[in-house]
């Protein structure tokens, strides 16, 4: 499986950016797909995530909600991260990633598979 991020950049606060995931593999349609992200000096973080099988489940860490849509197209291999009223601390590295078959869908050690990583910068 190989995954690969874009669509980081640099938006004022209260601006938008929508992140793309494009995954290789056939397994991508079982597989909850997360984002996570993570700040310069911190820990890798959980940020959204969405199951499998078109069943719509997502969710969210508290302060993205409301905010942050996860959505996944099955049929293109892709998921997305709509992230609307950004705010400079959600300037991080956000990372997709395929979770595997066991842990939560919140632990940076239940994925199996990562991407490369996409920068996003959210000036005040």
């Known amino acids: 499986v190989q995954l690969q991020a874009s669509g980081g950049g640099l938006v004022q606060a209260g601006g938008s950016l929508r992140l793309s995931c494009a995954a290789s593999?056939?397994?991508?349609?079982?597989?909850?797909m997360g984002w996570f992200r993570q700040a310069p000096g911190k820990e890798r973080e959980f940020v959204a995530a969405?199951?499998?099988?078109?069943?719509?489940?997502?969710y969210y860490e508290d302060s993205v909600k409301g905010r942050f849509t996860i959505s996944r197209d099955n049929a293109e291999n892709t998921v997305y991260l709509q992230m609307n009223s950004l705010k400079p601390e959600d300037t991080a590295v956000y990372y997709c990633?395929?979770?595997?078959?066991?842990?939560?869908?919140?632990?940076?050690?239940?994925?199996?598979?990562w991407g490369q990583g996409t920068l996003v910068t959210v000036s005040s």
């Open positions: 990633a395929q979770k595997g078959l066991s842990g939560t869908y919140d632990d940076v050690n239940s994925y199996d598979h």
């Open positions: 593999g056939r397994t991508f349609i079982w597989n909850i």
């Open positions: 969405i199951a499998g099988l078109g069943r719509g489940i997502t």
